[in-house]
């Protein structure tokens, strides 16, 4: 099922050259030298002094450093489980990887708070709902592929973040660059979190590609197993290859001469391969394409959310973006042309050309369109409602939910100290000691 525009003027404005909007004159201006003030930072003014900044860092390097200690640990616990029930070690696994969700999102809602604003199409309604505290609640399927640009750095917290939202952050699944795996500790925990590596060589990807997407597709009756005999499984993909920047928007311009396109103006364009093979492996077992398009408030165009909202800027120095924005969409895979490669090239390319609208609609209007609409439900029950635009904010349900990560590791300290009490005892006993 094709997702449909909530505006009608959004698709009038593919073609239509941005000249009129006033951050774009504004920027012009200032390379004429008309400007008199430099543009102010989205974030605005920095909040923390050097003294300050420095004790956030200091607290956040402790936090960070201890959770990623205490999830390791808790991983190395789980290790002997796979050789004694394999439901048992991937339920451990995810697990820890809940406490990971868990440390990204207490982290941002302490060092970084942001307004987040979620908005999607007819597609979704009914998926979103806001909680009598504030919180925003998901209805997304346990299992989907979840494509999104890529804007900055950090997407991917404010993505996990959603799997929270939707209790599956134990099982939010993301392609990372090769390199990435051999960074000591990190690199470890994320092959024992079943990411997938990729070196962008296709010759040599894709044979372990499909490793791993068949690997995903198994079922497994363990706890945190899925409801419907598969495991549950959110296949986390940027198409763009890389967030947008400089130098992405220069490889995306060749990218654009080199196959006669037009270029997109908010977006990179998409690469096809990955996506494409992701699709044709996990179409018997996955039934909906999500689409997420991000945006960061108060960008000026001609800027790029990386360069402006830095790790120190954003947790130490206290400017984070003020909103967030998500706008959500969904696709039918069975609907996606995935039988031929230049068909579906030329699908996700109108896709992100209407992604490329959204963005344009966003930059006017510091907001995307939202659904509003309603559809009666043909059993009896409530007409699912669109929910219009939800704004929450990233935290946890429990404010005492950070100390789950802490619980394997502590545990095993705790036995540990038993176990020398008691060969302590042993050993006095025979009189060794």
């Given at each position: 099922m094709n997702s449909t525009m909530t505006t009608e003027g959004l698709?009038?404005?593919?073609?239509?050259?941005?000249?009129?909007?006033?951050?774009?004159?504004?920027?012009?201006?200032?390379?004429?030298?008309?400007?008199?003030?430099p543009t102010p930072h989205p974030g605005g003014k920095i909040k923390h002094g050097v003294a300050k900044q420095a004790l956030r860092m200091f607290l956040f390097a402790v936090y960070f450093s201890t959770s990623i200690f205490a999830i390791a640990i808790t991983q190395y616990i789980g290790l002997p489980l796979y050789f004694y029930s394999k439901d048992l070690f991937y339920a451990w696994m995810a697990l820890s990887k809940q406490h990971f969700g868990i440390v990204s999102t207490t982290m941002t809602y302490w060092w970084a708070p942001v307004k987040m604003r979620i908005s999607g199409d007819e597609s979704v309604r009914g998926q979103f709902r806001k909680t009598e505290d504030g919180r925003l609640e998901c209805d997304f399927p346990e299992r989907m592929v979840l494509v999104s640009n890529h804007q900055i750095y950090t997407d991917w917290v404010y993505l996990w973040w959603i799997s929270y939202t939707a209790s599956m952050h134990g099982h939010l699944y993301i392609i990372l660059k090769e390199s990435i795996r051999y960074i000591p500790i990190l690199g470890t925990g994320m092959m024992l979190y079943g990411f997938i590596f990729l070196s962008r060589k296709w010759s040599t990807d894709k044979e372990r590609f499909q490793h791993r997407l068949k690997k995903l597709s198994t079922s497994h009756s363990g706890?945190?197993?899925?409801?419907?005999?598969?495991?549950?499984?959110?296949?986390?993909?940027?198409?763009?290859?890389?967030?947008?920047?400089?130098n992405g928007r220069i490889a995306s311009k060749k990218w654009a001469d080199k196959n006669n396109i037009e270029d997109l103006r908010h977006a990179l364009l998409p690469r096809s391969t990955g996506l494409s093979f992701c699709l044709q492996e996990l179409k018997t077992t996955v039934d909906y394409m999500y689409d997420c398009t991000l945006a960061y408030e108060g960008v000026p165009v001609g800027q790029y959310g990386q360069d402006l909202f830095t790790l120190r800027g954003t947790y130490f120095q206290g400017r984070p973006p003020k909103s967030v924005n998500m706008h959500w969409r969904r696709f039918r895979v069975a609907d996606i042309p995935t039988h031929d490669e230049k068909v579906f090239s030329d699908w996700l390319l109108a896709r992100w050309r209407e992604k490329d609208d959204l963005l344009q609609y966003f930059v006017e209007n510091q907001r995307f369109p939202?659904?509003?609409?309603v559809t009666p439900n043909v059993n009896g029950g409530k007409p699912l409602e669109g929910a219009g635009w939800i704004e929450t904010e990233v935290r946890p349900v429990n404010w005492y939910e950070w100390l789950q990560i802490f619980v394997p590791f502590t545990a095993l300290a705790l036995v540990i100290n038993v176990i020398l009490k008691m060969a302590n005892i042993v050993l006095k006993v025979l009189r060794v000691k």
């Open positions: 698709k009038q404005r593919q073609r239509q050259p941005p000249a009129s909007v006033p951050v774009i004159k504004k920027l012009r201006e200032e390379r004429l030298g008309k400007a008199t003030e706890p945190l197993s899925g409801s419907k005999g598969l495991d549950p499984m959110w296949l986390l993909i940027f198409p763009e290859g890389t967030n947008l920047s400089d939202a659904d509003e609409g």
